[in-house]
């Protein structure tokens, strides 16, 4: 079963446009949720993480329960967003384990 | 500050060779985890360890095994390699109080020939 869900493989945008890369999850607990980021050739590395509410590079999240979403959004794309995006899921009953969604792929034009 | 280290970067085999990627990490995390990613597909768990002589399968363990000695090693052994076993493959760790985020490691392009 496909817990975490991201309907976009591929998005692109110009350059100071918004951007929104989706993001659903299948949970019925209190989940945490992340964004994962891995830029060209790059590690994944952690972008952010629900319960921190925070905001970095110009990205924010918020969980939506009743929608079962978590959205990254950011108001301004620079072409430095470009990059692969993974939403991540912790369901609280699996020791750690992290269920990730397939990716979207988000291309920013000059 | 190393974090996760993988080792190799990059690996061709030929079908039916064997090989063991490495994987270490020296922030004394309990959860080490592996997992493939194709494109398209995603990230897909092959097997974890939450501490040392633990282990269990992910969603995808078939033609794998894993071990777990110490803390800081979690090995990935691919006996029998196929032309599926094709992949970019990622090391992670964790540690109960970081709130699950992962540290990874650089990642294995393996191709099977």
């Known amino acids: 079963a496909q817990r975490v869900t991201q309907p976009e493989k591929l998005l692109s945008v110009f350059k100071g446009a918004p951007v929104e890369l989706k993001c659903n999850y299948s949970y019925s607990g209190s989940p945490e949720l992340f964004w994962y980021v891995q830029y060209s050739r790059q590690r994944l590395q952690l972008l952010l993480r629900?319960?921190s509410r925070e905001s970095i590079k110009g990205f924010t999240a918020d969980l939506n329960k009743g929608e079962t979403s978590f959205h990254l959004k950011k108001p301004f794309a620079q072409e430095e967003d470009s990059a692969m995006y993974y939403c991540?899921?912790?369901?609280?009953?699996?020791?750690?384990?992290?269920?990730f969604g397939r990716g979207t792929q988000l291309t920013v034009w000059p | 500050n190393a974090g996760v280290t993988q080792t190799p970067k990059f690996r061709i085999l030929k079908i039916g060779q064997s090989m063991t990627l490495q994987c270490a990490q020296d922030m004394n995390h309990n959860y080490m985890y592996w997992y493939r990613q194709d494109p398209g597909m995603g990230l897909k768990l092959i097997y974890y360890s939450v501490g040392a002589g633990i282990t269990d399968k992910g969603e995808v363990p078939n033609g794998y095994n894993v071990s777990r000695s110490t803390t800081e090693d979690f090995p990935l052994r691919l006996e029998l390699a196929a032309p599926s076993q094709t992949s970019v493959y990622f090391c992670?760790?964790?540690?109960?109080?970081?709130?699950?985020?992962?540290?990874f490691g650089s990642g294995t392009r393996l191709t099977v020939v």
């Open positions: 991540a899921l912790y369901r609280g009953s699996t020791l750690g384990r992290l269920y």
């Open positions: 992670a760790s964790s540690s109960p109080g970081q709130e699950y985020g992962y540290t």
């Open positions: 629900h319960i």
